[in-house]
């Protein structure tokens, strides 16, 4: 329950499923909460209309579900290769294996079988997931999940001594993923949209003072963007302040 009148806005959540569930609980309290998140990046959080007070720095997955597919087509990593998408079956997932999949059909790439994971699943349901996608008959996989699901799709790959012709992956960010050879081992190309983790001279500073301070490394480029959303509403308290005096 949200006591409004001494919270303004929150930060956070940082997962499409979360801020849903947080953005009607605060429109079903009567308060206008602004929920601010550095990671939730489901397209249907987008509308505004639904969505009122909710605001993310982080970029929609509609820019680069799509943009990944393209990417690839575009250095012909598919040629006449079947493609499978794996996702987890949440509010990001199930958005964004559609508009993987809607852009493949868009370019001519044959979608042949797509599965579906649960956040968290144990190491054998990924297993038995991605084997569905070697049935069916998939040389390139899509992968709409979140880091932790995108390694466990690459541990079943690797368990299954199945090296597809290239893993599109929508979410796993880049320096988590593509500069750890082994969590990539079993695909004979890998590729990520999302950014390196400190793209400029500014986040790298955050990043050193962050580490500084609690001793341990800010990982990834959620880090970042969690920095930008403070920045955000200091911004917007001093607008206010200064438009009020």
Not at 58 to 81: C, G, H, N
Not at 106 to 125: M, W
Not at 154 to 170: E, I, K, M, Q, Y
Not at 190 to 207: C, D, G, K, N, V
């Amino acid at each position: 329950q949200t006591p409004s009148k001494k919270l303004i806005a929150f930060l956070g959540p940082d997962c499409g499923e979360a801020a849903v569930s947080g953005t009607n609980a605060a429109a079903a309290d009567g308060g206008g909460l602004t929920i601010i998140s550095a990671g939730a990046t489901a397209d249907s959080l987008g509308n505004s209309t639904d969505y009122p007070n909710f605001v993310r720095v982080a970029p929609a997955a509609a820019l680069y579900d799509s943009s990944v597919v393209y990417t690839a087509a575009r250095f012909s990593w598919f040629r006449d290769a079947k493609a499978g998408i794996v996702y987890t079956n949440d509010t990001m997932g199930t958005g964004s294996a559609a508009a993987m999949n809607a852009t493949a059909q868009a370019l001519g790439v044959q979608v042949v079988v797509g599965v579906s994971i649960a956040r968290n699943s144990a190491s054998a349901d990924v297993l038995e997931s991605v084997a569905m996608l070697k049935k069916g008959g998939a040389e390139t996989i899509f992968i709409a999940a979140p880091v932790p699901e995108t390694r466990s799709v690459f541990s079943a790959l690797h368990n299954l001594s199945w090296a597809p012709l290239a893993v599109l992956s929508n979410e796993a960010v880049g320096g988590e993923m593509q500069n750890d050879t082994a969590a990539v081992e079993g695909a004979q190309g890998y590729l990520t949209m999302l950014p390196e983790p400190y793209p400029s001279a500014e986040a790298r500073s955050f990043a050193a003072a962050f580490t500084s301070l609690t001793g341990r490394a800010a990982a990834n480029a959620w880090s970042t963007y969690a920095h930008d959303s403070v920045l955000l509403l200091g911004a917007a308290l001093a607008h206010v302040i200064s438009s009020n005096t």
